[in-house]
């Protein structure tokens, strides 16, 4: 399912973010205590900004990859109707987008030529599913970065898609191994901007990055032309 595309670049992340901590020998970089910086949000805060800032009118573009390739994202929603985009220069792009009327979804695909109505399908329950997939979806992106409170020294200020944010930083070696990673946290509403993460080795290099290129929201959204759905009798 084209789902998938956009949940498995996210669980690869968290993985990082789950495996990737403090370690407990070699020459850290940070190794003073009094250096690990709290960060100004708690996560549950920055999800309440969020929610409040993106409203139900936004378009975020993001890029998600390694240090050798990377893909682009939008994730977009203009009221009711949400959209979803993604590929590299290699593939082209692929795509979906949902338009929510009530309990029932409307589901399209996105082609060369455009989005195509695809299906139809009705939710049972007291609240349609697909209500802000797409935005819980994007979201968790935003909140890569809280995975590393207290492993992480304040690294100075970034402008990322223009927007002003505070960069924390780690570093550590050890046996022939170096880890680092960058996270970067909006000032104004606490989501992260960038994620950069990578394993440097002998025999293994890793990396994982995630930074956004653009957000709109309000009236400079506007949402894709899709074609009525075709419903049967």
Request: proline share 2%; with cysteine.
């Amino acid at each position: 399912m084209k789902i998938s595309k956009i949940l498995f670049p996210f669980l690869a992340i968290f993985m990082a973010s789950s495996c990737v901590k403090l370690p407990e020998f070699g020459d850290n970089n940070n190794d003073d205590d009094s250096k690990y910086a709290s960060f100004t949000f708690t996560e549950e805060q920055a999800k309440q900004n969020a929610d409040t800032f993106l409203g139900n009118e936004y378009q975020v573009t993001f890029t998600l990859g390694t240090d050798e390739s990377n893909s682009t994202y939008v994730f977009g929603q203009k009221e009711n109707v949400q959209w979803c985009l993604f590929g590299d220069e290699e593939d082209g792009n692929d795509g979906m987008a949902i338009v929510v009327e009530g309990m029932t979804t409307h589901l399209y695909d996105y082609t060369s030529e455009g989005f195509e109505y695809t299906a139809s399908v009705s939710t049972e329950g007291e609240e349609n599913e697909f209500k802000d997939l797409y935005a819980s979806i994007l979201k968790n992106y935003f909140y890569i970065g809280y995975g590393y409170e207290g492993t992480v020294s304040k690294a100075g200020k970034a402008t990322v898609a223009g927007r002003t944010g505070t960069k924390y930083a780690f570093v550590a070696s050890a046996y022939g191994v170096t880890t680092s990673y960058t996270v970067v946290l909006d000032d104004e509403i606490g989501i992260t901007l960038l994620y950069s993460y990578s394993l440097r080795g002998a025999e293994e290099n890793i990396s994982l990055n995630f930074e956004v290129k653009e957000i709109l929201t309000g009236s400079a959204v506007t949402a894709p032309t899709l074609p009525e759905p075709v419903l049967e009798d």
